[in-house]
């Protein structure tokens, strides 16, 4: 008699090395049933879901020690600005900076980067001069450099990727030359997954001595980074995408740039007629600080850095890594539907296609059966156009999903298959 | 809502196999329509004679919803007068916003109430509207449309400008 082996005897024996249904207790939005199907909610890449340890931070926060910060002598000043500059030690130590000031609290990652565009760019390129980008960008490290391409008359030139995703190197090599002023890569593609080769970009623009500035966006969620053993200049993330709060992002960035490059925004309500007091603008990271900073958010990311830490980073990307090779076989199995981005070296973003249907009409159905994907073209047009697809559907995971979500996933997606057949 | 109930065969018959596709040679009138959020992609051309559309087509790259919304807009607009398309179109937008109730309020919809389940969907009442926001912009000798920006029938500047 021959035996049926079910889909899931299939499953790869997974050794969690961490307490999944521990870690999921932590996430009380996990508990949703979205029309009456429990919610699998795999649309992380755009924004990621707070643990119990962040809310709770944020209530305490706001109950115990909320007055604004580095302004007066009183206690609740004092709580306040100790939370949040103990917060941006936390964020140091998590990706490793030389030095706490090198941590600059940003909006998030666009903003991060639009800082960089403005104090760097801004004031040290011209006419003629050339920033690389590569093809698999999010649109936000695209349209800032492209506006200062517009004002100051610079060139921006774009590394190719192939056919699964993976960047050219010998073509990005042949980009950089003398009139190269600014690398600006991402670490890992939002729309594709792929994980870009970070410390060797960067040591070929060292080479010829050339910053760089990295979106990491992508990658500080899903795995460990270290800014000094990559030696990026400057590295931007948010806070939402970590399962922190919005509205906080960071901006790594070396000391010896910070310290030259111009502010961002002038704070407070300065007047025109006066030049700022020199000790405004000075001192990293509050001169790229103006205005009351988003003080509740900045402490909720570092209870979220120490959330993360717990579980550990190499955890993260170990089950994470699981669930994606899961996902791709189980997803990719099923006739007539194609996925984006294959590179040997992905995080947990799964692109892809059903044959014959639109990606917005496969968002909707999967949402009748509990699961989120994002479809659309991801703020990632460039990408969409290399494949010459207007959009995909989008499944990206996080260390709280489990296997039974990418089954559902898969039932969702034979169902689309069975509507449009 | 459940999908099905916006799915229904009439509207996945029409998205299998869309009416009046292609583009008319001969056109008076043409227009593109763009929703750039999720790259549905239309091309609408139509002959009137004198104010009464005695030919339409469309072609483009869509989701079902646009592609079924515009395949049963030519079939239920061919052969109408400009006066009577343009309160249709009315009445579908207000439908797909939730402005108007098919089932207690008249209204010239008849089939095209398929569509009322829309309003539940607000991702996707820019794709059900944008074949008919591109026949009134063909009407209008307007050569493109996007239901994004200033254009946006969803935006509250479409109802004060």
């Known amino acids: ?421 | 809502m459940d999908s099905k109930q916006l799915y229904q065969e009439v509207i996945l018959d029409h998205n299998r196999k869309p009416r009046n596709w292609g583009k008319l040679e001969d056109a008076s009138h043409r227009a593109e329509g763009l929703n750039p959020l999720c790259g549905d992609h239309i091309w609408v051309t139509l002959k009137v004679d004198g104010d009464k559309v005695e030919g339409l087509a469309f072609e483009g790259q869509s989701c079902a919803i646009c592609k079924a919304s515009a395949s049963m807009m030519t079939t239920n607009v061919k052969g109408k007068t400009i006066p009577e398309i343009e309160q249709l179109i009315r009445e579908f937008r207000e439908m797909a916003t939730g402005r108007l109730d098919v089932a207690r309020e008249p209204n010239h919809l008849g089939r095209l109430s398929v569509f009322a389940g829309v309003k539940d969907l607000p991702a996707r009442v820019k794709c059900a509207i944008l074949p008919w926001h591109t026949l009134h912009a063909a009407f209008q000798r307007q050569a493109s449309i996007s239901t994004e920006g200033d254009a946006d029938p969803m935006s509250l500047n479409a109802e004060n400008r």
């Open chain 1, 1 to 421: 008699m021959s035996a049926v082996i079910s889909p899931r005897a299939l499953r790869p024996t997974v050794q969690a090395p961490f307490d999944l249904q521990r870690i999921r207790k932590d996430f009380p939005i996990l508990e949703l049933t979205v029309h009456g199907k429990p919610l699998a909610y795999l649309d992380n890449a755009a924004s990621a879901q707070m643990p119990r340890q962040v809310l709770d931070r944020l209530i305490r926060y706001q109950t115990r020690e909320h007055a604004n910060v580095h302004r007066a002598v009183h206690t609740l000043s004092e709580t306040a600005t100790a939370a949040y500059e103990g917060a941006r030690a936390k964020v140091q130590r998590f990706v490793n900076a030389r030095e706490e000031r090198e941590i600059v609290y940003t909006r998030g990652t666009t903003d991060a980067i639009n800082l960089v565009m403005h104090g760097y760019g801004r004031a040290f390129l011209g006419e003629g001069d050339e920033v690389v980008v590569s093809q698999l960008e999010h649109h936000s490290n695209i349209v800032p450099w492209r506006m200062l391409c517009a004002e100051k008359g610079c060139k921006l030139r774009v590394i190719p990727c192939d056919d699964r995703g993976v960047l050219l190197l010998d073509e990005y090599a042949r980009l950089l030359n003398a009139r190269t002023r600014l690398v600006a890569v991402t670490h890992v593609s939002n729309a594709l997954g792929t994980v870009n080769p970070m410390k060797q970009m960067i040591e070929l623009a060292h080479a010829c001595g050339v910053p760089v500035l990295v979106d990491g966006a992508q990658a500080v969620p899903h795995m460990p980074v270290d800014v000094q053993a990559l030696d990026c200049d400057f590295y931007c993330f948010s806070g939402h995408k970590m399962c922190g709060p919005t509205g906080i992002g960071i901006l790594y960035g070396k000391a010896e740039h910070l310290d030259r490059m111009q502010p961002y925004q002038g704070g407070g309500d300065m007047i025109l007629s006066v030049t700022f007091e020199k000790t405004t603008y000075n001192a990293i990271p509050y001169k790229f600080e103006a205005g009351t900073p988003p003080i509740a958010a900045a402490v909720g990311l570092g209870a979220t850095v120490d959330y993360l830490s717990a579980i550990g980073m190499d955890n993260i990307a170990a089950w994470e890594h699981e669930l994606l090779a899961y996902a791709t076989e189980q997803v990719g199995g099923l006739p007539g539907v194609r996925i984006f981005g294959t590179a040997p070296d992905k995080a947990a973003v799964l692109s892809f296609e059903v044959a014959g249907v639109h990606p917005h009409d496969v968002g909707t159905i999967l949402n009748e059966e509990g699961v989120a994907v994002r479809t659309g073209h991801h703020c990632a047009q460039p990408v969409m156009q290399r494949f010459g697809v207007p959009a995909t559907a989008r499944a990206s995971f996080s260390f709280y999903n489990t296997l039974d979500e990418v089954d559902q996933l898969v039932a969702g997606i034979r169902r689309v298959q069975k509507m449009f057949g």
